[in-house]
């Protein structure tokens, strides 16, 4: 009889779980379907990405503040992650500009706690749901200097481009002195195994300046305009 009970426990217990994972599905097309209603008429828009412990004093806060600040005056819209830090001056920037500020919140246990600089903020529970949002409506992406969430982003930035599942764009990494051990890393490491090939360094840019980073942007679509082709569009569908 007990042991009865207990296998009538596992499986009601089972069977709940299953039920929640299912109902789990439909809060996270909800995620997606509030995404794209907000941000599919705000494009051209550039995602900056960087790390949420940088305080406002800090010279990487400053510089994020002042590249947002010029893309937004440019005419570009400005995605970050909406919580502190890089992310806070990024939309402070655009913020103070001519373009859109936009937060993409993600509710987090700790550290991210969202900032008062957004005319969009979105509030995601699910990262992989938020990243879409990110790379989808994105026309360049931005790395400042970051942790792992940073490196994560850039990862998937990286390997969407690489793999064309969206379109080319620069992806451009602000501060040479963070990010010189990373890149020689790849050349030394990954490159001489064979891991990526040597055209796969050309997807990334190194800057320091912000006027250096919306002029590499406006380079880049010189000769092509900014919306995406039929091909590219199609691709961006399947993201």
Known sequence: MRAQLEAERLRDSGEN????????????????VRGYEKLATVEPC????????????????TKAQQIAET????GFSV?????????????????????YS???????????????YQDISL???HFYSRKVM??????????????????????????????GKTRRMPIILVGSDFWSGLIQWWKDTMLAHGTINP?????????????????????????RGFAPSAAETEALLNL
């Open 17 to 32: 779980r299953l039920t929640r994972e299912a109902w789990k599905i439909f809060q996270i097309i909800a995620e997606f």
């Open 46 to 61: 550039v995602s900056i990405f960087g790390s949420a412990r940088v305080r406002e004093d800090h010279p990487w806060y």
């Open 71 to 74: 893309l937004s005056n440019a």
């Open 79 to 99: 995605i970050s992650g909406g919580g502190p830090g890089i992310m806070e001056a990024a939309n402070r920037g655009a913020f103070h500009g001519s373009g």
């Open 102 to 116: 936009i937060g993409l919140n993600i509710e987090l246990p700790h550290e991210q706690i969202s900032n008062p």
């Open 123 to 125: 509030s995601f529970e």
């Open 134 to 163: 990110f790379m989808k409506y994105a026309a360049a992406y931005v790395v400042m200097p970051g942790g792992f969430g940073t490196l994560d982003e850039l990862a998937e930035c990286l390997t969407l481009v690489q793999t």
């Open 199 to 223: 055209e796969d360094l050309d997807l990334v840019t190194v800057l320091d300046e912000a006027d250096a980073v919306v002029a590499a942007i406006f380079d880049h679509y010189e000769k």
